[in-house]
């Protein structure tokens, strides 16, 4: 079942056929510094008009590029100068509900600078740094995703996991919900990169949230955080032992939980989701449900070339093999991913390999990218299916 | 016994009707809370709307301690629940399977043939349905067989206790929130055998009243889900499917998947009660059938569309 997550409300100007606003100011007379103080003080920038965005650098430059990562779409877009200023823009048609992270290119003296966009104070953050955001008509951020004063919070534990199958101390930073009763049995949501889902992703927020509101079960999520990431996220069979050999019966010895594979799901993002589906693969029945999101499921149909490089020798060789002779791994799989991001093309691809080895599987997408703030968004639509709030039985 | 229904109480109603009824003045209102779980106690506004003589009865906290003092018990309910979850899960995988066929049979269907198929398609549902509910109830009735609740010592004690109380009440008043939650407390308690009328009930709390409680929920964050069986209430009330908020969480304005609502759950009434209804019925021994609901009482017909009960 495929889905792609609708807009529910309206950013931005509604859409309008008139003039675009960077075209009025081109018309205007004199096109002055002062002029464009003015339209800059007036407009949010990007200026997103209907489907089309404006996207604006000020200075003095040889050349400004838009820099993203739209799959689809030539990746340095020129910007072009207003005749007799010192405004640089171009035009972006994005589809309603897109979100866009990209950076400038400025070019001075054969010297090329990329810096995030100084107009636009709306930024994303990730391991590698932060990005511009260009939210498009009809985007709306969750409003889940922000504190809720009137959801109680749930509470986060920090605990070391001693590895023998990683050889080394594993941190874990354990959330029990709000209410949390040791004589209840709660369902285990198991977070790859749960450092970054934290940081990124709000996912202490999310979680208190979406439990508050009813949809989603309270649940115990384990945040995990990866040491040599690309070596172990990469279909490793020692991080595989780890998380269901060693740190899934400590939690269980330990914690409140379910204790069966309906009860236990694994996510990641990226490499992190090749993790999950590793994990899952090399210890089958362990884990009821998989949250994969954005997952490297990179492979080849033909040849070597995957385009990837070296961090993808591992995922390449593990998928093809999935691919050549799929496995029920889970009874269940959440699989999202960004329509802009070049790893829709292997999303899209696995979902029927996934269906075809019998497991239920529900898919979505966004028009959105490879980022945190995608898959922050996203967690409601997956983790609501996988482990759904008590919702249905309230009825005040 | 008498039975007073009535849709969600944000704006209350229950106040009208304890005015109407009297309630209270040959005895206290038994008020029943425990669908709201930890916030039962937070009763003080309903007591003042059925006129201040209300006794909650406590049932969570009593459940609670009955968890807390007889841990034999409640590690044998703990076991029956995760049983019983479990049912449910295939009872759900079950389920998706066969009211897809429904509706994939529904959209095609046309002709001899396809009416033919459509009704086997439904049985098979109505069939899944029954065998469900067969199978819980029979989980229930052998636990209780097995730990009968009246010869556990702290159970007896609170249904003695409850008994005295709703011995001496003039009403029972029972309010929505949990309808698992509730349901199980009434029947722990054994509050059947003591119900005194009348019984006003809204929401969950009329939900559990019935023989058969449907759950649903059309708009949830992960789709519309199917409507389930989750088991039996107190049976005061038979052949009818209470819908609270029916507007908020039914695709009422589809027909077709409203038409096998309706025709799954035939010849219980689907019966809508919204913010402001209130629907009273008379329950002689079993319980009013579909033909003793009062006319005007708005329900999903067969042909999936809402109608008022005498034009049904």
């Known amino acids: 079942m495929t889905t792609v997550s609708e807009p529910k409300g309206a950013r931005g100007a509604a859409p309008v056929s008139r003039k675009l606003a960077i075209n009025r100011l081109r018309d205007r007379r004199p096109l002055d510094p002062a002029a464009v103080d003015r339209f800059l003080a007036r407009h949010a920038v990007p200026v997103v008009e209907g489907a089309r965005c404006t996207f604006l650098y000020r200075g003095e430059a040889d050349e400004v590029f838009l820099i993203h990562r739209i799959f689809g779409l030539p990746d340095h877009l020129p910007l072009r100068r207003l005749h007799g200023t010192d405004l640089w823009y171009a035009v972006l048609e994005l589809p309603e509900g897109s979100r866009v992270e990209y950076q400038l290119e400025v070019v001075r003296g054969g010297r090329r600078e990329r810096i995030n966009d100084p107009l636009n104070p709306r930024l994303a953050h990730s391991p590698v740094g932060s990005s511009s955001v260009c939210y498009a008509f009809g985007h709306v951020v969750p409003d889940w995703t922000f504190p809720d004063p009137e959801a109680r919070p749930g509470s986060l534990a920090d605990l070391v996991v001693p590895s023998r199958a990683l050889r080394r101390d594993c941190p874990v930073t354990l959330y029990l919900p709000a209410r949390f009763r040791r004589t209840a049995r709660y369902p285990l949501l198991i977070v790859h990169d749960g450092g970054d889902y934290l940081g990124y992703a709000g996912a202490k927020t999310v979680l208190d949230n979406l439990i508050h509101r009813l949809d989603v079960a309270e649940l115990v999520a384990a945040f995990v955080y990866p040491g040599d990431r690309l070596a172990e996220y990469a279909n490793s069979a020692a991080h595989a032992r780890f998380m269901t050999a060693e740190l899934l019966p400590r939690l269980e010895a330990e914690v409140p939980l379910a204790g069966r594979p309906a009860g236990r799901c694994l996510m990641g993002s990226s490499f992190g989701a090749v993790a999950a589906l590793s994990a899952a693969y090399r210890y089958p029945g362990a884990y009821g449900s998989l949250l994969l999101q954005s997952g490297s499921f990179v492979f080849t149909d033909i040849g070597r070339d995957h385009g990837g490089g070296p961090p993808f020798e591992p995922v390449v060789r593990f998928i093809n093999r999935y691919r050549a002779a799929p496995r029920r791994v889970a009874d269940r799989m959440f699989v999202s991913c960004g329509v802009y991001e070049p790893l829709i093309v292997p999303n899209r691809s696995m979902v029927p390999v996934f269906e075809a080895a019998g497991m239920t599987v529900r898919y979505v997408e966004a028009r959105d990218g490879h980022s945190w703030e995608n898959w922050r968004d996203r967690l409601r639509d997956g983790l609501s299916w996988i482990f759904p709030g008590p919702q249905k039985f309230f009825y005040e | 016994m008498r039975v007073i229904l009535l849709g969600p109480q944000r704006r209350p109603t229950v106040d009208a009707v304890a005015r109407a ?117 029979g989980a229930r009735l052998e636990f209780f067989q097995r730990l009968p609740p009246h010869d556990r010592p702290v159970i007896a004690e609170h249904r003695a206790a409850l008994s005295d109380v709703l011995g001496a009440a003039s009403a029972v008043v029972i309010a929505g929130g949990h309808v698992g939650v509730l349901a199980g407390v009434l029947h722990l308690f054994n509050i059947a055998a003591s119900l005194r009328s009348p019984v006003v009930a809204w929401s969950a709390g009329a939900m559990a ?104």
Do not use: K
């Open chain 2, 209 to 312: 009243l019935t023989e058969r409680i449907v759950l649903f929920h059309d708009r949830a964050p992960q789709g519309p889900g199917h409507p389930e069986l989750s088991g039996s209430g107190l049976s005061v009330l038979r052949d009818v499917v209470l819908l609270p908020h029916a507007r908020a969480r039914l695709l009422l304005d589809d027909a077709p998947r409203m038409a096998v609502f309706a025709r799954r759950f035939s010849p219980a009434r689907c019966l809508l009660l919204e913010s402001g209804s209130r629907i009273e019925a008379e329950s002689p021994g079993g319980g009013p059938g579909g033909g003793f609901w009062p006319s005007g009482v708005r329900v999903i017909g067969e042909d999936g569309r809402l109608t008022s009960l005498e034009a049904a």
């Open chain 2, 21 to 137: 009824h009297s309630l209270g003045v040959s005895g206290p209102v038994a008020v029943i809370t425990a669908g709201w779980q930890e916030r039962e106690p937070d009763d003080a506004e309903l007591s003042r709307l059925v006129g201040g003589r209300a006794v909650n009865l406590a049932l969570y906290r009593r459940w609670l301690d009955v968890q807390d003092r007889d841990p034999e018990y409640f590690a044998a309910e703990r076991r029956l629940a995760e049983t019983l979850a479990e049912l449910q899960d295939y009872y759900l995988l079950r389920l998706d399977y066969a009211l897809r066929a429904v509706y994939a049979v529904q959209r095609r269907a046309c002709g001899e043939a396809g009416a033919e198929a459509f009704s086997e398609a439904m049985a098979a549902v109505r069939e899944l349905d029954a065998a469900h509910l067969r199978r819980v109830n």
